[in-house]
C-alpha cells in the first residue's frame, strides 16, 4: 500500500532522528511514509492502541496526541542578538561513500581510518570507534596510538583502552580547538553521513551498527553530575499541518554527484533513520488547547543531546585516569606517521584528511552556531521556520538550519570557515519574534 | 598495507613474509600458519550457514557483535590468538548458541571453527578442520596480517 502521507518537521529524514543540526529540514523535508510505515497502516493512525502488536503498527499511530497536561510550563527562551557570547563555524567532514573505516599500511605502521562522519561524528563516534579498534584489535598489539583529539578520536582512544590496549594520542589541538565543539551537539545519526548511491546498501549495515553501539553507550553517561549527556524535549513548530505538502528536492544545480562530482539535491542524501526507530522516542502531537507555542501545529520528541563542556572534560579525565598519554604533535604527510613509536594507528584527524591524506572526496559542509548565555531554566529545544534552538548547560544554541530553504544542500562545498554574524542574527530574530508572543492564549 | 609481514608483538620484529598469515609469539606459530592446512572452502561455507541459522541473531550477521554481545572478529581474535584451536572448539560446543548450548554436532561447531577463522582472514587449506579435541589441541588460532583485517 503506498500511503500517501508525508511527515513534515521535526526531522526531515524521519521522525525517529530527532535532532536538528542537518537534520531539521524543517520546512522542507517531508518524511517518506511510504519507507517507514509500508503495508502497516491497516491499524493506521486510529488504530486501538491495545491492537499495536510490533513496531511499526505502533508507529502507524504515531499521529497520536500528546496527553493532556503534559506540556510543563515553559519558561521563554530570551533570544535576543544582543545577547550572544560566541559564533562558532565549522566544516563538516562529509564524505559520499560514508566514513572512512579502511586499513592501510605506512612503512611498518598500520593505519587503520576514521573518519569523514559529516553531520553525525558526535552521534555516531562511539559506535565508529568500536569498528576501528576492532580492527586494531586484530592485530594484538600492546600499544595502539590515535591520531586527532576530536570526538572520534577522543572516543576512539577511550575504547581502545576499555578493549586493554595502551594508548597514546597524537594530535595538533585538544578538544576545545577541535571542530567537534563547533557542532550543535544533539542526536543526528544521519545527518549528511553519506550519499545513498555512492555508499551502497553495505553501509546502511555498518550505519546500524554504528548507531545503535553509540546509543546504548551514550545511555551509560546519562544522569551524571554535571549532565554530560542529557534528554531534552525538542518541540517542532509549523504554520501548517505536518502531514500536508509536496516534497521539496532541496535542488541546487542540474546533474547529480555522480555527474558533477558533487551532490546536487537533498534527494541523493542517505537517510536510515527508520532502521533504528524501535529505540528512538517517537514524536507526538500536541493537542492545540496544550500548544503553547503561537503556532498553529506543534509535536515533542524526547531528543538526546551532548553538552560539551561537561562531556569533553569528562572524557578526557577518563582518558588520562586510564593512563592515556597525550602528545601535541602536527603530521604533514602520511609518510610522517612512520615517527610515531606504536605499531598499530586509528587514524581521526575529520575534515583535516583532505590535505592530509589527500583524500578529495571529503566534502566540506558549513555550519554554524551562536551561542547565549545558559538558561539553566529553560529545558527544552525548538525548531521553526529552518532555524533551531535547544537550550545546553553552555549556553542558548541558535543554528541557521536551514533559511534558505534548500534542506541537506546547505552549505555544501561551502569552506567560508568564518563567522557570519548576519546569519546568526537572522535566526534569533525567529525565536526572537516567536516568543514575543509566547505564551499562546494561555497567558 | 600490501607488501612484508606485519608483526605488532614485541619479539617478532623482523617481518615475516608469508602470504596470507602472519603470526606473533610465539614464532612457533608462524612456521605452523604456513604449513598448516586449517579448514576448507566448503567446510566454512557449511559454517556459515550454521552461523546464520543460530548465531547470528545475536553475534549478528557480520560478526560485529554488539554493545552486550561481543564480536566474532577484531578484538576476538585478541582473545583467542595462541590459544590452541581446542578452546575455541570446546567453549562453542558447550557455551553456544546461548540459548540452547551443546545443541549442535562436533562436526558442525567444527564447521563453525572454520567459518570464523575464514571470517577473521586465516586462510583455508586442504583439510577439515578435524571435530575433535585432540587433534584441535596441535592447533593454534593464529594472529591476522594487517591485509586480512576486514
Ligand atoms: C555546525 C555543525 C553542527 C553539527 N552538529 C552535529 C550534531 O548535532 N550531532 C552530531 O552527531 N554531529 C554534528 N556535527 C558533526 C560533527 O561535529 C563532526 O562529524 C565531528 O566533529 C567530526 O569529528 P572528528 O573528531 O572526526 O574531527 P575534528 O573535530 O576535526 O578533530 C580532528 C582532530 O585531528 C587533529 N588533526 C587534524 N589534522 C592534524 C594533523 N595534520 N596533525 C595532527 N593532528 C591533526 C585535530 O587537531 C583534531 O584534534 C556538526 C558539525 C557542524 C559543523
Redesign the pocket.
Known amino acids: 500500500m503506498l500511503v500517501r502521507w508525508h511527515w513534515r518537521g521535526q526531522m526531515q529524514k524521519g521522525w525517529n532522528l530527532t535532532?536538528f543540526?542537518?537534520n531539521q529540514k524543517i520546512r522542507r523535508l517531508r518524511l517518506k511514509r511510504r519507507d517507514l510505515f509500508a503495508g502497516s497502516l491497516a491499524f493506521g493512525a486510529v488504530g486501538a492502541r491495545g491492537m499495536w502488536n510490533s513496531v511499526p503498527a505502533a508507529a502507524a499511530a504515531l499521529q497520536r496526541t500528546a496527553v493532556g497536561g503534559t506540556v510543563p510550563r515553559l519558561v521563554p527562551m530570551r533570544a535576543h542578538a544582543d545577547q550572544i557570547t560566541d559564533i562558532k563555524v565549522?566544516?563538516?567532514?562529509f564524505r559520499p561513500a560514508g566514513p572512512r573505516l579502511d586499513v592501510e599500511r605506512v612503512g611498518d605502521k598500520v593505519v587503520i581510518h576514521n573518519?569523514g562522519?559529516?553531520?553525525?561524528?558526535?552521534?555516531?563516534s562511539w559506535g565508529s570507534a568500536d569498528i576501528a579498534v576492532g580492527k586494531a584489535a586484530s592485530l594484538s598489539p600492546r600499544r595502539i596510538a590515535v591520531?586527532?583529539?576530536?570526538?572520534?578520536?577522543l572516543t576512539s582512544a577511550l575504547s581502545a583502552q576499555r578493549a586493554g590496549f595502551e594508548v597514546t594520542i597524537?594530535?595538533?589541538?585538544m578538544l576545545p580547538h577541535?571542530?567537534?565543539v563547533?557542532?550543535?551537539?544533539?542526536w543526528?545519526?544521519d545527518?549528511r553521513i553519506a550519499l545513498t548511491a555512492p555508499a551502497g546498501p553495505q553501509f546502511a549495515d555498518v550505519w546500524e551498527q554504528m548507531a545503535r553501539y553509540s546509543w546504548k553507550t551514550y545511555r551509560d553517561y546519562l544522569g551524571l553530575p554535571g549532565n554530560p549527556i542529557d534528554f531534552r524535549d525538542n518541540y517542532t513548530l509549523s504554520d501548517t499541518p505536518f502531514e500536508e505538502g509536496p516534497e521539496p528536492e532541496g535542488r541546487t544545480g542540474p546533474g547529480d554527484y555522480a555527474s558533477t562530482g558533487m551532490p546536487r539535491a537533498t534527494s541523493e542524501f542517505a537517510t536510515y533513520g527508520d532502521r533504528i526507530r524501535d529505540i528512538i522516542p517517537a514524536p507526538e502531537l500536541l493537542a492545540s488547547q496544550d500548544n503553547p507555542f503561537p503556532v498553529a501545529y506543534a509535536q515533542r520528541a524526547p531528543m538526546m543531546m551532548f553538552n560539551f563542556g561537561a562531556y569533553g572534560h569528562l572524557l578526557l579525565s577518563e582518558f588520562y585516569q586510564a593512563g592515556g598519554k597525550i602528545v601535541i604533535?602536527?603530521?604533514?604527510t602520511p609518510a610522517d606517521m612512520k615517527s610515531i613509536a606504536e605499531p598499530v594507528i586509528i587514524n581521526?584527524?575529520?575534515?583535516?584528511a583532505r590535505d592530509?591524506w589527500g583524500d578529495r572526496t571529503l566534502i566540506p559542509v558549513r555550519?554554524?552556531?551562536a551561542w547565549l548565555p545558559p538558561q539553566p531554566d529553560v529545558m527544552y529545544g525548538v525548531e521553526y521556520k529552518g532555524a533551531a534552538a535547544l537550550s545546553k548547560s553552555d549556553g542558548l544554541m541558535i543554528?541557521a538550519v536551514d533559511l534558505n530553504n534548500v534542506g541537506e544542500m546547505e552549505g555544501v562545498g561551502n569552506s567560508f570557515e568564518h563567522a557570519d554574524r548576519a546569519e546568526a542574527e537572522k535566526a534569533i530574530a525567529v525565536f526572537e519574534n516567536l516568543f514575543a508572543r509566547f505564551p499562546a492564549g494561555r497567558g | 598495507m600490501r607488501g612484508s609481514g606485519y608483526a605488532c608483538r614485541a619479539g617478532l620484529g623482523a617481518g615475516l613474509l608469508l602470504a596470507l598469515v602472519q603470526i606473533g609469539l610465539p614464532a612457533a606459530h608462524a612456521a605452523q600458519a604456513r604449513t598448516v592446512s586449517y579448514y576448507t572452502t566448503e567446510q566454512a561455507q557449511r559454517g556459515e550457514t550454521t552461523y546464520q541459522q543460530f548465531c547470528a541473531v545475536c553475534h549478528g550477521a557480520s560478526l560485529a557483535g554488539a554493545f552486550d554481545v561481543p564480536p566474532l572478529k577484531g578484538r576476538f581474535v585478541t582473545n583467542w590468538s595462541g590459544a590452541t584451536l581446542d578452546r575455541l572448539f570446546d567453549y562453542i560446543s558447550k557455551a553456544m548458541p546461548l540459548f540452547s548450548p551443546g545443541a549442535l554436532t562436533p562436526a558442525q561447531n567444527a564447521d563453525l571453527v572454520a567459518f570464523i577463522l575464514r571470517e577473521n582472514g586465516v586462510p583455508a587449506g586442504r583439510t577439515e578442520l578435524p571435530a575433535t579435541d585432540a587433534a584441535l589441541k596441535t592447533m593454534v588460532f593464529p594472529t591476522i596480517s594487517a591485509d586480512r583485517v576486514k
Not at chain 1, 565549522?90 to 567532514?93: G, H, N, Q, T
Not at chain 1, 562522519?117 to 555516531?124: A, D, E, I, K
Not at chain 1, 591520531?147 to 578520536?153: L, M
Not at chain 1, 581521526?348 to 583535516?352: D, K, M, R, W
Open positions: 535532532g543540526d542537518d565549522c566544516l563538516r567532514p573518519y562522519h559529516g553531520g553525525s561524528g558526535w552521534s555516531l591520531v586527532g583529539c576530536g570526538v572520534i578520536g597524537y594530535t595538533r589541538d577541535t571542530r567537534s563547533r557542532a550543535n551537539g544533539s543526528t545519526p545527518s604533535r602536527e603530521f604533514h581521526c584527524p575529520g575534515y583535516a592530509l555550519g554554524q552556531t543554528q
